[in-house]
């Protein structure tokens, strides 16, 4: 009984034990296909991708000591064996990513937790596809909503537009559009003290202001909370 009951402790210990309860929604009013990537080391989730339709949720039951990042993809065609092609945000080709990321540009939900408290942020440093929120619920006290519901793809500046028959799709950084140093904070620009806000990322701070418009935007966009679930909403 004392041998079962430690090999049990011991299983448990091995597997990990769910530290929050993600929620997926989608509130556009198309279909969306989210993407899920996980850090290095850790479990993938859903496989890594799964549509939503409009109203559509899914609860995900997120292991303790995860980290890795949601997004959005549209305008998504994939056969029955789960190839195809999305307009923003593919990770390949594939509906079930399987640990491959987004190509830019797409807005991220990033998220690593317990470490030891759960830190999580909307991230426009890789450009914007659409809106995205996280709401926390049952955390601690400094817990509270980060967004970036501002449609920049209308707002985006002059030359980081993506265009798909004319129309504005997605909104590239200013490091994807130009690649120089100082825009995508490499080689002398690789340093908070070095790798300033420019005005391509002042205008996304100005329509997202709690989210990461550039690299070394830590102060203002990475946000903080303990035992709590979180929804994260699109659009």
């Known amino acids: 009984m004392e041998f079962s009951l430690f090999f049990l402790l011991s299983l448990c210990f091995f597997l990990g034990t769910d530290a929050a309860v993600f929620t997926l929604e989608n509130k556009c009013s198309d279909i ?19 549509q939503l339709k409009p109203g559509e949720t899914v ?84 817990c509270q909503m980060v967004k970036c519901l501002s449609d920049l793809n209308q707002q985006c500046p002059g030359g980081l537009e993506m265009k798909k028959n004319d129309m504005v799709v997605a909104c590239k950084s200013a490091c994807l559009a130009f690649n120089k140093p100082e825009y995508c904070c490499t080689g002398a620009y690789d340093t908070s003290q070095t790798c300033k806000p420019t005005v391509y990322s002042k205008a996304f701070k100005l329509a997202c202001p709690m989210a990461y418009s550039y690299a070394y935007d830590d102060t203002t966009s990475t946000f903080t909370c303990q035992k709590a679930n979180y929804s994260i909403g699109f659009c």
Do not use: H
């Not at 969306?32 to 799964?50: D, E």
């Not at 990513?97 to 317990?114: H, Y």
């Open 32 to 50: 969306i296909w989210p993407g899920i990537q996980p850090g290095a080391g850790r479990p993938q989730l859903m496989n890594g991708g799964l």
């Open 59 to 142: 609860t995900i039951n997120v292991p303790t000591g995860w980290s890795g990042r949601f997004w959005g993809r549209r305008g998504c065609s994939f056969d029955v064996s789960g190839k195809g092609t999305c307009v923003t945000g593919d990770c390949g080709g594939e509906l079930e990513c399987a640990g491959a990321g987004a190509v830019p540009p797409a807005t991220l939900a990033e998220f690593t937790l317990d470490s030891p408290l759960d830190f999580y942020d909307v991230s426009l440093v890789d450009g914007y596809n659409m809106p995205i929120s996280i709401t926390p619920s049952g955390g601690s006290s400094t």
